[in-house]
C-alpha cells in the first residue's frame, strides 16, 4: 500500500533555532500533502495545505513564516519550524491523499519535536 | 469555523463489551472518513462513507452515516485489547475539501 516517509520521528532542539522535517511519498506521487499539529490527547489540528510547484496555503491562525513549507517535488514535503520556542513542541504530522478505491489519507508517523 | 463534534471523549469497557463512538455536524458533509490511532502511532485510515444512510462493517466494526449526512457513528461488536486506541472521525463539506477532524474517542479495554 502506500507510505508516506517522515522524519525525524522526534527531536529535541534549543529554543530560538530551526528544525526541518521531510515528508516523502515512496511508491505514490502526492501534489498535495497536509500538515498536522497534534497536542496531547488532542485531535489533529490542519496547519496548511502543501501544493507541488507552487505556495502552502495555511489555517487561519498558522504563521506562515514560522512554519515554512517548502513542497519541491511530487515526492517530497518539508516543514520548517523556525526561530522554535517551547510552545512550538508538539507533535507534527503530514498525510498525503492516495487515489485507489478508498481515497483515504495516507499519514506519516510523526515528528515528536520539544523545545528546550 | 465549522466542527465536527465527536463522543465520548473517553471510553473503558472491560473486553467483550461493545462500543460505539459517534460524530455530529452542524452542516451536511460530503463524506466522513473514519481514523485510528494507536497509542504513539499515527492514524491509520479506516473507511470512507459516501451515500445517505450508508452501512459498512469490516468484521467487528459497523460505520453507519446518517440519513442527512450530518451524522456517523463507528461501532464495535465484542471488544479486544487490540482494539485499544483513538478513533477519529473527520468529515468533509466538499468531495475535495480539507478533512475537519473529530476530537476522537479514546477506547481503553480492560483484559
Known amino acids: 500500500g502506500a507510505v508516506v516517509s517522515q522524519h525525524p520521528s522526534w527531536v529535541i532542539c534549543k529554543s530560538g533555532t530551526s528544525v526541518k522535517i521531510e515528508c516523502r511519498s515512496l511508491d505514490f506521487q502526492a501534489t498535495t500533502m497536509f500538515w498536522y499539529r497534534q497536542f496531547p490527547k488532542q485531535s489533529l489540528m490542519l496547519m496548511a495545505t502543501?501544493?507541488?510547484?507552487?505556495?502552502?496555503?495555511?489555517e487561519q491562525g498558522v504563521e506562515k513564516d514560522k512554519f515554512l513549507i517548502n513542497h519541491a517535488s511530487l515526492t517530497l514535503s518539508t516543514l520548517t519550524v523556525t526561530s522554535a520556542h517551547p510552545e512550538d513542541s508538539s507533535f507534527y504530522i503530514c498525510?498525503?491523499?492516495?487515489?485507489?478505491?478508498?481515497?483515504?489519507?495516507?499519514f506519516g508517523s510523526g515528528t515528536r519535536l520539544t523545545v528546550v | 469555523g465549522q466542527q465536527v463534534m465527536q463522543i465520548p471523549q473517553y471510553q473503558h469497557v472491560q473486553e467483550g463489551e461493545d462500543f460505539t463512538t459517534y460524530c455530529n455536524s452542524s452542516t451536511t458533509l460530503s463524506n466522513i472518513q473514519w481514523y485510528k490511532q494507536r497509542p504513539g502511532g499515527h492514524p491509520v485510515f479506516l473507511i470512507q462513507?459516501?451515500?445517505?444512510?450508508e452501512v459498512k462493517k469490516q468484521k467487528r466494526l459497523t460505520f453507519q452515516f446518517g440519513e442527512a449526512k450530518k451524522n456517523s457513528s463507528l461501532h464495535i461488536t465484542a471488544t479486544q485489547t487490540t482494539d485499544v486506541g483513538t478513533y477519529f472521525c473527520a468529515g468533509r463539506l466538499r468531495s475535495q475539501g480539507n478533512l475537519i477532524f473529530g476530537k476522537g474517542t479514546k477506547l481503553s479495554v480492560k483484559p
Open positions: 502543501s501544493n507541488e510547484g507552487s505556495k502552502a496555503t495555511y
Open positions: 462513507l459516501v451515500k445517505s444512510g
Open positions: 498525510s498525503a491523499l492516495t487515489r485507489g478505491g478508498n481515497y483515504g489519507y495516507t
